[in-house]
């Protein structure tokens, strides 16, 4: 793509809200210089509230298709575990076709959402008999050839699972497609390693699934190879995600997830921990100091009863979090911060718990926080519109209700608060306009494609 100039009316800026913005983008969707309150000819006029785009630093992208089919209560008492088994069944059908399908579609809705960047948590490897592809990485290529596609940015997670619960016990049968070997799933990693210089904004990263499905020992040996290739590529890990998974932690070593996975790896910056609901205060604490990321997936843990995250004590210790959309039964920048707020709420008997004294605004606080540490959660040039980092933009409608008069921080406290996914009018990734008026480029073709799919998978 050769280089081009933007116009943007109103955007959120690092110094704060500029109007008359007149971006340049070099051939490689980066931006190499920003000109505030500069009336220009030059360009495309771009009329709205220009914001950054969001990195979505969880996804599950073969869950989008059953999103709304586990809503009904089976016998006994419904859980994460119950769900977890009628997602089991249900991707036992899906194969590479259906795969990038659905993928495709749910790029489609978080560019239309405003997510620019994706990291797939991928795990399914395998056939669902658990034999190898003749291609061993072919379900993460899939997601990678779908975000081409769509046009958004990713960051491939390939996942290591290993057993099926602490103590080395033995993976079940429903997990068949996501078991490797250490040497399995190097193959994959390197694979995939080689395959992303074919795609401009693809980076790679390694999710250890968790600490139930891993061992200190193999954690080690897989980060060996894996620093070979990036020394400083993000680390991704479920952990504390259900009261369960704690009281089954304990019995088997004695500490809690976090407190475990502390003794087992020293956390940094390019650690990204996802959930991390059940905390003690102490390790909310070391958490927050120690420059590792939590991912949030606020909609998701909330589908699932997860709990709530101790976000006022985490934010005030000055933790980094960024978020998700995870199982994909919503998929949203703004219900994302917006049930990360309210659960706050709804744990302390609170308004505005995770606003600051530096902003005022719970939303700008949010949005800020969410936009810094998922681009580093998932190694992304984006975060901010600012030189150097790559031109992922979203534009507001300023037309739209509930955004009508607001100006600032008001702006983003009605998006987050009120408007939500309707606000968002035009998306650009790298500088390319990929969503024009609400509709994405590509739209009619990928949702065909996806509708074909879903009608085989639930036939």
Same mark, same amino acid.
């Given at each position: @793509?050769?280089?081009?100039?933007?116009?943007? +009316?109103?955007?959120?800026?690092?110094?704060?809200?500029?109007?008359?913005?007149?971006?340049?983008?070099?051939?490689? =969707?980066?931006?190499?210089?920003?000109?505030?309150?500069?009336?220009?000819?030059?360009?495309?006029?771009?009329?709205?509230?220009?914001?950054?785009?969001?990195?979505? %630093?969880?996804?599950?992208?073969?869950?989008?298709?059953?999103?709304?089919?586990?809503?009904?209560?089976?016998?006994? #008492?419904?859980?994460?575990?119950?769900?977890?088994?009628? @997602?089991?069944?249900?991707?036992?059908?899906?194969?590479?076709?259906?795969? #990038?399908? %659905?993928?495709?579609?749910? $790029? %489609?809705?978080?560019?239309?959402?405003?997510?620019?960047?994706?990291?797939?948590?991928?795990?399914?490897?395998?056939?669902?008999?658990?034999?190898?592809?003749?291609?061993?990485?072919?379900?993460?290529?899939?997601?990678?050839?779908?975000?081409?596609?769509?046009?958004?940015?990713?960051?491939? !997670?390939?996942?290591?699972?290993?057993?099926?619960?602490?103590?080395?016990?033995?993976?079940?049968?429903?997990?068949?497609?996501?078991?490797?070997?250490?040497?399995? $799933?190097?193959?994959? %990693?390197?694979?995939?390693?080689? *395959?992303?210089?074919?795609?401009?904004?693809?980076? /790679?990263?390694? +999710?250890?699934?968790?600490?139930?499905?891993?061992?200190?020992?193999?954690?080690?040996?897989?980060?060996?190879?894996?620093?070979?290739?990036?020394?400083?590529?993000?680390?991704?890990?479920?952990?504390?995600?259900?009261?369960?998974?704690?009281?089954?932690?304990?019995?088997?070593?004695?500490?809690?997830?976090? *407190?475990?996975?502390?003794?087992?790896?020293?956390?940094?910056?390019?650690?990204? /921990?996802?959930?991390?609901?059940?905390?003690?205060?102490?390790?909310?604490?070391?958490?927050?100091?120690?420059?590792?990321?939590? =991912?949030?997936?606020?909609?998701?843990?909330?589908?699932?009863?997860?709990?709530?995250?101790?976000?006022?004590?985490? !934010?005030?210790?000055?933790?980094?979090?960024?978020?998700?959309?995870?199982?994909?039964?919503?998929? +949203?920048?703004?219900?994302?911060?917006?049930? !990360?707020?309210?659960?706050?709420?709804?744990?302390?008997?609170?308004?505005?718990?995770?606003?600051?004294?530096?902003?005022?605004?719970?939303?700008?606080?949010?949005?800020?926080?969410?936009? +810094?540490?998922?681009?580093?959660?998932?190694?992304?040039?984006?975060?901010?519109?600012?030189?150097?980092?790559?031109?992922?933009?979203?534009?507001?409608?300023?037309?739209?209700?509930? !955004?009508?008069?607001?100006?600032?921080?008001?702006?983003?406290?009605?998006?987050?608060?009120?408007?939500?996914? *309707?606000?968002?009018?035009?998306?650009?990734?790298?500088?390319?306009?990929?969503?024009?008026?609400?509709?994405?480029?590509?739209?009619?073709?990928?949702?065909?494609? $996806?509708?074909?799919?879903?009608?085989?998978?639930?036939?």
């Amino acid at each position: @793509m050769p280089g081009c100039k933007l116009r943007l +009316s109103k955007a959120l800026l690092p110094d704060g809200w500029r109007e008359d913005v007149l971006v340049s983008i070099d051939a490689g =969707g980066i931006i190499d210089s920003i000109k505030a309150d500069h009336k220009s000819s030059q360009g495309e006029t771009v009329a709205g509230i220009a914001i950054p785009g969001m990195a979505n %630093v969880h996804s599950h992208a073969h869950q989008r298709a059953m999103a709304g089919l586990a809503e009904v209560r089976g016998g006994g #008492e419904d859980s994460f575990w119950t769900w977890r088994e009628a @997602m089991y069944r249900f991707v036992l059908r899906m194969q590479p076709d259906d795969l #990038e399908a %659905v993928a495709g579609q749910l $790029y %489609v809705e978080a560019l239309k959402a405003g997510f620019t960047s994706i990291g797939e948590f991928q795990y399914l490897h395998h056939q669902p008999d658990g034999r190898p592809y003749a291609e061993p990485a072919e379900m993460s290529l899939r997601c990678m050839a779908a975000a081409e596609t769509a046009g958004i940015a990713i960051t491939i !997670l390939p996942t290591f699972y290993h057993f099926g619960g602490f103590g080395r016990q033995p993976a079940q049968g429903s997990q068949a497609r996501f078991i490797t070997s250490v040497g399995q $799933y190097l193959e994959i %990693v390197s694979r995939l390693n080689r *395959e992303k210089k074919r795609y401009p904004h693809a980076r /790679l990263g390694i +999710s250890p699934h968790s600490l139930r499905a891993i061992t200190a020992e193999l954690l080690h040996d897989i980060l060996i190879e894996y620093d070979g290739m990036s020394s400083e590529g993000p680390i991704h890990i479920h952990v504390a995600e259900q009261i369960k998974e704690v009281e089954d932690c304990v019995k088997f070593s004695g500490k809690r997830p976090v *407190e475990l996975l502390t003794t087992m790896q020293t956390l940094s910056s390019r650690w990204c /921990l996802i959930h991390a609901t059940h905390m003690s205060d102490a390790e909310t604490d070391k958490l927050a100091q120690s420059g590792a990321i939590v =991912g949030l997936c606020p909609t998701t843990e909330a589908n699932l009863g997860d709990g709530i995250f101790n976000g006022e004590r985490y !934010l005030r210790d000055s933790g980094a979090i960024a978020i998700g959309s995870d199982s994909n039964i919503s998929v +949203s920048v703004a219900e994302e911060l917006r049930q !990360l707020e309210y659960s706050q709420r709804l744990k302390l008997h609170m308004r505005n718990v995770l606003a600051d004294q530096r902003h005022r605004s719970t939303g700008r606080r949010l949005f800020d926080a969410a936009a +810094s540490g998922g681009a580093r959660a998932i190694a992304q040039p984006q975060g901010s519109i600012a030189k150097g980092l790559r031109a992922d933009i979203v534009v507001l409608d300023a037309d739209h209700p509930a !955004l009508i008069g607001r100006s600032g921080d008001a702006i983003l406290d009605s998006w987050i608060f009120s408007g939500g996914n *309707e606000c968002v009018k035009d998306v650009f990734v790298g500088g390319r306009h990929l969503v024009k008026d609400r509709k994405h480029v590509h739209e009619r073709a990928i949702t065909q494609r $996806y509708r074909e799919t879903l009608a085989r998978l639930q036939d």
